[in-house]
């Protein structure tokens, strides 16, 4: 599976975007479809991530503004970001952890390319 992250861009402090993470195959597997960010001289951290149950998890910084949500009909993972702020700015980056296949599970780590998010003042 390869993983192909779009939808970053320039947007005022207050705005709002949202991301998707596109696979090349079927995501229905997939256990911890992820976005992390990197913003320059920081390390990369996690955003949100979503399980194969549809179950989340947040940073602190970004509960209650952004949500994650996946689509296997569309093998497509979509971060919606609101009321964002200066500090968000960063790449951002989809993961995919790992998959299930017949009850085993199997550690994949899939990096996909980095989507750049600016907010300006």
């Known amino acids: 599976v390869q993983l192909q992250a779009s939808g970053g861009g320039l947007v005022q402090a207050g705005g709002s975007l949202r991301l998707s993470c596109a696979a090349s195959g079927s995501i229905q597997s997939i256990d911890g479809l992820g976005w992390y960010r990197q913003a320059p001289g920081k390390q990369r951290e996690l955003v949100a991530i979503?399980?194969?149950?549809?179950?989340?998890k947040y940073a602190d910084s970004v509960k209650g503004r952004f949500a994650i949500s996946r689509d296997t009909a569309k093998n497509t993972v979509y971060l919606q970001m609101n009321r964002l702020e200066l500090e968000d700015t960063a790449v951002y980056y989809c993961?995919?952890?790992?998959?299930?296949?017949?009850?085993?599970?199997?550690?994949?780590?899939?990096w996909g390319r980095g989507t750049q998010v600016t907010v300006s003042s």
């Open positions: 979503v399980s194969s149950d549809g179950s989340t």
């Open positions: 993961h995919a952890e790992g998959d299930w296949i017949l009850g085993t599970y199997r550690y994949l780590g899939i």
